[in-house]
């Protein structure tokens, strides 16, 4: 009987053991974080002299996006 019960712990603390061992999990969720950063400063290129700035500070057109209010309306008369 005491066998029995030993067995029976020994599965439950390997199962325990397989399960916090096993790959992915939370592992997943902090690799994600990193891809979703760059995102919120894309990179976008002025229509009229190609200057690359962040799309936060992009002056947005009818035909594009522009570094600032001068080029825009240079371009976009
Ligand atoms: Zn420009």
Redesign the pocket.
Known sequence: MIKFILIILLALIVIGLWRANRPGGTQKQTSRQPKDAPLALEMVR??????H?PAVEAVQGQKGV???T??LHR?EP
Do not use: E, T, V
């Not at 002025?46 to 200057?51: D, E, F, G, V, Y």
């Open positions: 002025c229509r009229l002299c190609s200057l700035l522009y570094c600032c001068d080029h371009a």
